[in-house]
């Protein structure tokens, strides 16, 4: 089947294709080359009126399915997304810029959220609570209704999967927003989980920037909402949930500490640092941003990172390279300007920082050494590749340096004392912990941060709690006059 999308591409709103009410699209464009691949309508106000006005009308419908059913529909999704992995690779890696093999274990992943999920929906069980003779409690367990989702840029298939996925196992019906830059596959695969035999309205898809994801996030039709992105864009999305007393999901990005102790294995340290920092160019929230290394393996540590870096091979996604692309012209520069801010700091540029002379959006593996904790390349996200080694000595703590940022995302440590490596787990300030590995979480595992990272939880069976509300019932199975209130 031929990858290239339409020359068009109109929202999608109760199981049709319609125009944007103000007639506006704009361009998404392949970050190797430049190219436009596509016109995309951008939904105002009154398209999200309506999104949502589909979703609530097909949310009822979509509860009436049986959990067994639902459950099938979802698997029935994740074998549509298999069978035409290629494809969807092929758009993802046009639309965000990723080499071509990632872009298919993301599209693989997936496929896994919507059949993990399928499994879970006929067993979202309640609880009996034990009342005593004269009466019978229980609660159940009930969709909010529907639910806003704004997909981010830097993995919109396997995200779009992984909060819609546990959304519809749940029962409660979508509306997204993907990211203007990356909207292709949010799109196709709305259609998919359509074809799926899912009810017209129950996956929409409104594109848009943060006009349109405001509209989204502080629409009283709106019953939860899940969100990935920035701390302050998050803070926005809180501000608006508040008025209508909204509840939130909100996972805001890392600063992630790797450290690398006097005993570790450096040579697998080095490969667990280099996959997680230059992974995806770096635009990963849970990304190995800071390698805060022992002196007695400092030196050892950069010259194998930086022969590393150096290895790497960057080109076109389509044609698999070690590297691809950064997304956007406007993030490129940002990148850019983090990294004169590390070297006007007094940080030493190993290796990197240079752009490419082609088309595209290109930027080098980049390494700064002798990084200091208090410098803003390590204490800012910068959400591309760029590691800041971080030296200490034996009078200093690094589970405390890791954790002097805002952020709680996740965090690694690299040791062969096993009980070193639980001590420095439960003390450091992360919702995930990796020990001799990194990027350690699944589909089934819970996933989310600490402070300014984020609140709750996706993946895994904690996922559902963002999609599910308790109901407390208890039934007096003895007669007579009612008694005090119990307070």
Request: charge should be negative; aromatic fraction near 6%; charged fraction near 25%.
């Amino acid at each position: 089947m031929d990858a290239a999308p339409p020359d068009k591409q109109d929202l999608l709103i109760d199981g049709k294709r319609a125009s944007p009410s103000s007639g506006a699209y704009s361009q998404t464009t392949d970050p190797a080359t430049g190219e436009t691949l596509a016109s995309v309508a951008v939904g105002d106000g009154a398209d999200v009126d309506r999104a949502v006005d589909a979703a609530r009308q097909a949310a009822p419908e979509l509860r009436a399915i049986g959990p067994v059913d639902r459950g099938e529909i979802l698997f029935d999704v994740a074998d549509r997304i298999r069978d035409r992995l290629d494809e969807l690779a092929e758009l993802e890696t046009r639309d965000q810029g990723k080499p071509l093999s990632q872009a298919r274990s993301d599209l693989a992943g997936a496929a896994q959220y919507f059949e993990y999920y399928g499994g879970a929906a006929d067993k979202l069980e309640g609880t009996t609570i034990p009342a005593g003779p004269d009466q019978l409690d229980y609660t159940v367990r009930e969709p909010y209704g529907v639910s806003a989702q704004i997909i981010p840029w830097n993995f919109p298939a396997n995200l779009f999967a992984r909060g819609i996925a546990p959304a519809l196992a749940a029962g409660n019906a979508v509306v997204a927003k993907p990211a203007p830059t990356t909207p292709l596959s949010a799109y196709r695969l709305a259609e998919l989980c359509l074809d799926a035999g899912l009810p017209d309205g129950a996956v929409n898809v409104v594109s848009g920037g943060g006009e349109t994801g405001a509209a989204l996030t502080s629409h009283d039709g709106v019953d939860t909402i899940t969100f990935t992105s920035s701390v302050p864009t998050g803070q926005k999305v809180m501000e608006a949930a508040s008025r209508t007393i909204t509840p939130v999901t909100l996972e805001l990005g890392g600063k992630n500490p790797a450290i690398v102790y006097p005993d570790a294995d450096v040579e697998e340290a080095v490969s667990w640092i280099d996959t997680g920092i230059f992974s995806n160019a770096g635009q990963i929230c849970s990304a190995a941003d800071r390698a805060i290394v022992h002196e007695s393996v400092y030196e050892e540590f950069v010259e194998r990172m930086v022969e590393t870096a150096e290895s790497y091979s960057l080109g076109p996604g389509i044609d698999d390279p070690d590297m691809g692309p950064v997304n956007s012209a406007d993030h490129l520069e940002k990148i850019q300007e983090y990294i004169d801010v590390g070297q006007a700091e007094g940080a030493r540029l190993a290796t990197g920082g240079d752009t490419l002379a082609r088309n595209g959006h290109y930027i080098e593996p980049t390494v700064f050494t002798d990084v200091d904790s208090g410098m803003r390349i390590a204490q800012e996200e910068i959400f591309g590749p760029v590691l800041a080694v971080i030296p200490y000595g034996d009078d200093q703590d690094p589970v405390e340096i890791g954790n002097d940022v805002e952020y709680g995302l996740v965090a690694g440590v690299f040791t062969n004392d096993v009980r070193r490596a639980h001590r420095a787990a439960r003390r450091l300030d992360a919702g995930n912990v990796y020990v001799n590995t990194w990027f350690g979480d699944m589909n089934q595992t819970p996933f989310g941060g600490y402070k300014n990272s984020g609140i709750g939880r996706e993946k895994g069976l904690e996922a559902l709690d963002s999609y599910l509300q308790t109901k407390h019932i208890a039934v007096n199975l003895e007669g007579g006059d009612a008694g005090a209130p119990d307070t």
